[in-house]
């Protein structure tokens, strides 16, 4: 009898361990930062972004469910550039086994399996996010397991002691710390520039890093509030003659633009939208600045043919 028992729990034990989570369930929020020494992105500006990805719903493509990730952003400057703020619709993904595929223009609208989760130890590593600097002929050395909010999620390790490490569902990194990875971000990092997997966390529950251990990095809200976000279009991107502006309100804002130098070349006082002249610009690189009463400027980048 007591064999007959202890075979049903390992039973039991090794079902609950092979069930593949729903890496969308309960919420779950990614926090990830960004950081450019100033010599690879126009205008040439060190700064660090740091972004808040959550999951807002459903949408359907072709007959293919996907989940819309959304994002809210807050950008640090060096020099006298004051802090900027953006958000709005990140990309569409769907989960297929232990697969996450993703959908948006970066790929002419064709989906691409962004991670892979289904390994073996072996296994070479699959996604988009591994193939960009290289790691898809990494292997994976270890297969692990960390209980999250009463789900366990496989943990992978391509160097058996140190790194990279992937955490199905969470993210990927160069090391423990969580620097050279993200979720939606590459596994990669670079002189003068990298990326770093801040916080996964499920609602406002952080779940990694252990927050109990003093980790820190967890700022579910960036202290971005929603009124300071606002609906912006800018377009053609590139442009020629003129540019168009558009917001979502009334109230009174001003479009000003720079040379990548810091030159201010023009400024636009509008309300809702306005059409910009601007056939007397050289082809170039340029940065805009929207200013609004009573709500942080936004800062982007737009080229001209």
């Not at 050279?180 to 990669?188: A, D, K, N, V």
């Not at 590139?238 to 001003?254: I, N, R, S």
Request: aromatic share 12%; with cysteine.
């Amino acid at each position: 009898m007591k064999n007959a028992l202890l075979l049903l729990f390992c039973l039991v034990s090794l079902s609950t361990h092979a069930q593949v989570p729903d890496y969308f369930a309960n919420d779950p929020r990614w926090i990830e930062n960004e950081y450019s020494a100033g010599n690879q992105v126009p205008p040439f500006i060190p700064r660090n972004t740091t972004s808040l990805y959550w999951i807002a719903g459903d949408s359907l493509v072709n007959n293919v469910l996907y989940k819309k990730v959304m994002s809210r952003s807050r950008t640090t400057y060096d020099y006298a550039y004051p802090p900027s703020f953006g958000g709005g619709f990140r990309c569409l993904l769907r989960q297929e086994g232990r697969n996450i595929w993703r959908l948006d223009n970066q790929h002419g609208a064709l989906e691409y399996l962004l991670v892979s989760y289904d390994y073996e130890v072996g296994d070479s590593l699959r996604g988009y996010a591994f193939e960009q600097c290289g790691h898809n002929t990494d292997t994976i050395q270890k297969i692990d397991s960390v209980l999250m909010n009463g789900a366990y999620r496989k943990v992978f390790y391509v160097d058996s002691l140190n790194g990279p490490i992937i955490i199905e569902g969470v993210g990927h990194m160069l090391d423990a710390s969580g620097s050279g990875g993200g979720f939606t971000l590459p596994l990669c990092m670079g002189i003068g520039w990298g990326n770093t997997l801040l916080c996964y966390a499920q609602g406002a529950l952080p779940l990694w890093p252990d927050q109990s251990a003093g980790a820190t990095g967890c700022e579910l809200s960036l202290n971005v509030a929603d009124a300071e976000l606002p609906v912006l279009a800018i377009y053609p991107n590139p442009f020629a003659q003129y540019l168009e502006v558009k917001t979502a309100d009334f109230t009174e804002k001003e479009l000003v633009l720079y040379d990548i130098s810091g030159k201010l070349l023009l400024r636009q006082a509008f309300t809702e939208e306005a059409r910009i002249a601007t056939d007397h610009l050289p082809a170039g690189i340029y940065v805009y600045e929207l200013k609004g009463a009573n709500r942080p400027a936004v800062f982007g980048k737009v080229v001209k043919q």
